[in-house]
């Protein structure tokens, strides 16, 4: 499963893992993304999406849910 949000493009980006001695060994950090049925008013269907929880968030202020 490919971790990119399908609405903001928002993916995972890279950085160092520092060890108490500061040394430097590359890693991951992953995008937090979650499969989620979101409502497309001009079919009037459900569709599962894969999004960022942000945009999950960005999405119940729109619609005036919490």
């Not at 950085?15 to 991951?28: C, V």
């Not at 569709?47 to 119940?60: E, F, G, H, N």
């Amino acid at each position: 499963m490919s971790r990119i949000c399908q609405m903001t493009g928002k993916k995972g980006s890279s950085g160092n893992l520092r060890s108490h001695s500061l040394r430097a060994t590359r890693r991951r950090f992953n995008a937090n993304i979650q499969k989620k049925r979101v409502f497309d008013p001009k079919t009037g269907k459900f569709v599962r999406m894969k999004v960022s929880t942000s945009y999950i968030r960005t999405l119940a202020k729109q619609l005036g849910k919490k």
